[in-house]
Nanobody, 123 residues
Framework: VQLQACGGGLVQAGGSLRLSCAAS????????MGWFRQAPGKGREFVAA????????YYSDSVKGRFTISRDNAKNTVYLQMNSLKPEDAAVYSC?????????????????WGQGTQVTVSS
């Protein structure tokens, strides 16, 4: 399984970005997917997760109401729409494939990771 994340970039505070994560393989639709981020000097932080069918979504308190996770199983792709970005959202964002179908909020619940995409937010 390979995950390829893209869509990061430089945006002003208050702006929006849409991240995408494309997965190889035929089992994408059987597993939950998640987005995590890591800022310099900090550990990996949970951002959002979605169940195998998109029926359940979860967000960290810091992004709830601003970010939206979604997936298109026909395209083997998971998305993260990020609105009202803040400087504290700046980080490398990575997508992960869950070990099971239901979404989990802990990074240990994911077994495959993409390479990450940089998000920079200017104030």
């Amino acid at each position: 399984v390979q995950l390829q994340a893209c869509g990061g970039g430089l945006v002003q505070a208050g702006g929006s970005l849409r991240l995408s994560c494309a997965a190889s393989g035929r089992t994408f639709s059987s597993y939950a997917m998640g987005w995590f981020r890591q800022a310099p000097g900090k550990g990996r932080e949970f951002v959002a997760a979605i169940s195998w069918d998109g029926g359940s979504t979860y967000y960290s308190d810091s992004v709830k109401g601003r970010f939206t996770i979604s997936r298109d199983n026909a395209k083997n792709t998971v998305y993260l729409q990020m609105n009202s970005l803040k400087p504290e959202d700046a980080a490398v964002y990575s997508c992960g494939r869950g070990r099971v179908a239901y979404a989990v909020l802990n990074e240990y619940g994911y077994d495959y990771w993409g390479q990450g995409t940089q998000v920079t937010v200017s104030s």
